[in-house]
């Protein structure tokens, strides 16, 4: 059985005592009566705020105009950046499935059996029902939950989003170019696949809750649908508090996208798809202005690791970072991340350290709930950094990759202890470092310049860090293995 979880209601008092000094502060027994009779009045629960993630799929750190691509046109992406906070050192895991389960679980992928790789469609495992997701903690406070979108940690019905806290599901269960069609295709064959795709090509489902309702699911319009589906959800839910998971399957190859956004961009294909995205950001944010929840509505848009590189321009950019996606430099794990709650959050830009596994506890916090408490949980609290701007409470990075812990940081330093390969496919096992790398990243984002030897001493203070992180990770089952036998790829 799933854990429970005692919540208590922030009850809101200001306001009921400020009538005490309103009108030329009368005395409460000729006002109001006693003071012992207005505490005993029914006193109405704040409602806590909305929460919606939309998370792109590997979308890189230098894929929106706000973080500095010069031809992708990202307006709305741009201006809840301009009236929130755009974080710059913000990360997610190295690939698809740790990430989503990190996300959700507030854990490390490692605590879950999903850090080694991908599932697949013919994987049986996947996020197993002991975890507990955000939806389920905040279903202890009354919340309407939905995921719509790319989910990607599990394909049986066990595994499934309305059986980890969501109401409701209306997506694709792995990622968009899994299932293909064709055999005895050679890998260049595939390759132009790829590049060139057509619907037909992958067999994808699109579910709703726990059937197929297409398939292949046509993608060219499903960055709209997901849109449509999670406007539907708002409109239902306006008057509860809800949480809105919205996955996109875009811009993770193969890249489509509708009738309206072909050529739309200078980017070429990959910008369209990302432009569609923004553009359906800005539905979802005009829509909480008609309905007036916009100010109690707190947005969260990020991305789930670096981009895939392999397809030349049609994979995405790190800008200045190092690396993509499937490696541990921090183009594969640090990406955008831009929170939006109009009225609340304190504008700026936060250059401290967050990461997506702070999510659950932030969310738990800010709802007046309670995070699950019989579990390693590995997040923090942000809602301070939210709302006053303080420092981030995160001084610590761990950068899991497929065989395990491979580098640390803290504060401005990280040292990996296993250097990524060079490429950045997941069948390419990245070899152990014969010797530590460090870099400053306040200095050195590129990770070009190697202080291992100019600082030894903080190569052995970040191991040693490492190895005390390595004695709470208690070794659980792999979910990734598939019915053939397959590994991760």
Not at 19 to 28: D, R
Not at 41 to 68: M, S, V
Not at 92 to 106: F, N
Request: with cysteine.
């Amino acid at each position: 059985m799933r854990g429970t979880m005692r919540i208590c209601l922030r009850l809101s008092i200001v306001g009921l005592l400020g009538l005490a000094l309103v009108g030329g502060a009368q005395p409460f027994d000729e006002a109001q009566g006693s003071r012992e009779a207005l505490e005993r009045q029914p006193r109405a629960p704040q409602r806590p705020p909305n929460f919606i993630i939309i998370l792109a799929d590997d979308q890189g750190y230098g894929d929106l105009g706000g973080y500095g691509h010069p031809t992708i046109r990202t307006p709305n992406l741009d201006r809840l950046a301009s009236e929130g906070q755009r974080w710059t050192s913000f990360y997610a895991a190295y690939v698809c499935t740790p990430s989503r389960a990190q996300l959700l679980t507030g854990r490390l992928a490692v605590r879950t059996g999903l850090q080694s790789g991908v599932l697949f469609p013919d994987s049986t495992g996947g996020l197993q029902p002991e975890e507990i997701t955000i939806a389920e903690v905040l279903k202890t406070r009354g919340y309407a939950t939905a995921m719509v979108g790319k989910w990607h940690l599990g394909v049986l019905p066990e595994y499934l989003p309305t059986q980890q806290g969501f109401d409701s599901y209306f997506g694709i269960p792995y990622s968009n170019d899994m299932d293909q069609t064709g055999e005895g295709l050679t890998a260049d064959q595939r390759f132009e696949r790829y590049m060139d795709p057509r619907i037909e090509y992958f067999n994808v489902p699109l579910m709703r809750n726990g059937g197929i309702i297409e398939r292949p699911a046509q993608q060219t319009t499903i960055t709209r649908r997901y849109t449509d589906e999670g406007i539907a959800f708002i409109k239902a839910h306006r008057d509860q508090p809800f949480f809105l998971y919205l996955a996109h399957n875009m811009p993770h190859m193969p890249l489509f996208r509708s009738k309206e956004f072909e050529h739309h961009s200078q980017r070429g294909v990959y910008g369209d798809a990302v432009e569609e995205i923004d553009a359906n950001v800005g539905r979802i944010v005009a829509t909480l202005r008609e309905l007036k929840i916009d100010q109690n509505t707190l947005v969260l848009y990020m991305s789930d690791n670096g981009p895939w590189a392999p397809y030349l321009e049609q994979g995405g950019s790190a800008g200045l970072l190092r690396g993509a996606k499937s490696t541990t430099w921090e183009g594969g794990m640090r990406v955008p991340a831009i929170f939006w709650w109009p009225g609340t959050i304190k504008t700026g830009i936060v250059t401290g350290i967050g990461s997506e596994l702070d999510i659950l506890q932030t969310f738990a916090s800010l709802a007046g709930g309670q995070p699950p408490a019989d579990r390693v949980l590995d997040g923090f609290d942000l809602s301070a950094t939210l709302r006053t701007g303080a420092a981030s409470p995160r001084d610590t990075m761990f950068y899991y990759g497929a065989r395990g812990l491979a580098a640390v940081r803290r504060g401005s330093y990280k040292a990996h202890f296993i250097t990524p390969a060079a490429g950045t496919s997941l069948t390419n096992t990245p070899p152990a470092a014969d010797t530590p790398q460090l870099y400053n990243l306040d200095q050195d984002p590129s990770e070009k310049f190697d202080l291992a030897s100019k600082h030894p001493e903080i190569v052995e203070q970040l191991r040693r860090v490492a190895d005390e992180h390595a004695k709470t990770v208690v070794p659980v089952k792999n979910q990734i293995a598939t019915r053939t036998g397959r590994g991760s790829q």
